[in-house]
């Protein structure tokens, strides 16, 4: 029977066959590396807020603690934001007049909460408790970076359901006694934990890894 294809044709074939294969395994990979990049996740990038106003100020210099504004992190799911009439605590003495605080003065005026731009809300379909972390001993700094030393608010962590069960498989490595929760620039001793502990995360695990824990 005659050949079908030329010999030219059928090197071209082969060729293009290569070359396909190493298209899907390059969009692969770039697929991979696009899903894990900070850049995805919005890590680093501030948003607009109405107030400037500066982490970097009120934690670090003044030294204000985390609780004052954000009330509800030990008892709560959420946080909790502070109330115009918390900023207005001392901003109808200091820094009164200014242009920056108008959003704030006139929040406080009509008793409205000021809107400010989340850099971190989950979707909808994702639970998340700060209660749950907090008494067991996450730290802030562990989940929110520096943010005394921020001077616009931003994420640290992709807070991207790979990085959240890469602390629930085992958490013990990232937990600290509860009086050090608040505090910054401390380095969890995971090996230093009671052996109760690490037994109990042992067999918590499974249930801190199943999907219901985060999506109910
Ligand atoms: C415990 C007191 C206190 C509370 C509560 C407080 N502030 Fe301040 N804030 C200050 C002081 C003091 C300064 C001025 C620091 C200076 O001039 O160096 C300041 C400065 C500011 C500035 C100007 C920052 C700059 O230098 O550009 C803004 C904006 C601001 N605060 C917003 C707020 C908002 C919004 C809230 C509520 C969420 C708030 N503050 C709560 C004490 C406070
Ligand atoms: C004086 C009030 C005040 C204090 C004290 C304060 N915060 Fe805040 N925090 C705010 C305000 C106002 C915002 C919203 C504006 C912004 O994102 O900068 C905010 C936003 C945040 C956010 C981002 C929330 C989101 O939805 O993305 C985190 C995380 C946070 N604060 C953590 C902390 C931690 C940790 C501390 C203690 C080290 C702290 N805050 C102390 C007032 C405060
Ligand atoms: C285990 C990680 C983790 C720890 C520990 C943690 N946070 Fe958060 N934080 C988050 C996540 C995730 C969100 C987004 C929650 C959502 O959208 O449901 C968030 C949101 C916030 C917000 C926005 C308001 C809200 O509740 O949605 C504030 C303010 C905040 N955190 C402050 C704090 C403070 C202060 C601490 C320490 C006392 C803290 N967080 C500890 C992960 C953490
Ligand atoms: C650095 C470690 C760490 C990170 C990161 C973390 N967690 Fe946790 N999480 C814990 C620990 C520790 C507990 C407490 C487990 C216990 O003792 O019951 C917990 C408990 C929880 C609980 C309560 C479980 C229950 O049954 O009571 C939920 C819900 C949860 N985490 C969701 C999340 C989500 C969603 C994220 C990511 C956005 C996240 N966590 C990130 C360590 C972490
Ligand atoms: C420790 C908490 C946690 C557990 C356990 C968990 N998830 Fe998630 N999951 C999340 C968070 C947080 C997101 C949202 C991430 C984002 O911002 O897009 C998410 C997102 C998702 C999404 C949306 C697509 C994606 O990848 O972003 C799917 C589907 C999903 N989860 C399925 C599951 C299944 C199936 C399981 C059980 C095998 C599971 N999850 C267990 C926290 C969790």
């Known amino acids: 029977m005659a050949q079908l294809f030329s010999p030219a044709a059928t090197t071209l074939f082969r060729v293009v066959i290569v070359l396909l294969g190493l298209g899907v395994v390059a969009a692969g990979a770039i697929a991979f590396v696009w899903a894990r990049s900070d850049s995805t996740w919005n890590v680093g990038k501030p948003a607009p807020q109405p ?3 500066r982490h970097d100020l009120h934690s670090g210099s003044l030294g204000i603690d985390c609780r004052y ?5 030990e008892r709560a799911a959420d946080a909790g934001m502070p109330s115009a009439q918390t900023c207005m605590s ?3 003495q200091v820094w009164v007049g200014a242009s920056v605080l108008e ?5 406080f005026l009509l008793g409205q909460p ?6 971190h809300r989950l979707p909808d379909y994702a639970y998340f408790n700060h209660a749950a972390h907090v008494t067991k001993g996450v730290a802030c700094e562990t989940c929110h970076g520096r943010v005394d030393q921020m001077p616009k608010t931003v994420k640290t962590q992709t807070m991207s359901m790979g990085w959240c069960l890469d602390c629930h498989r085992d958490p013990t490595p990232h937990l600290r006694p509860r009086e050090a929760v608040f505090s910054t620039g401390y380095e969890p001793h995971g090996k230093d934990l009671p052996e109760d502990v690490r037994m109990f995360y042992q067999e918590a695990s499974r249930r801190l890894t ?7």
């Open 210 to 216: 199943s999907c219901s824990t985060c999506h109910r």
């Open 51 to 53: 107030v400037p106003f």
């Open 103 to 107: 959003p704030v003065r006139s929040s």
């Open 114 to 119: 000021i809107t400010w731009t989340s850099v």
């Open 69 to 73: 504004c954000h009330s509800t992190v």
């Open 90 to 92: 001392c901003h109808s």
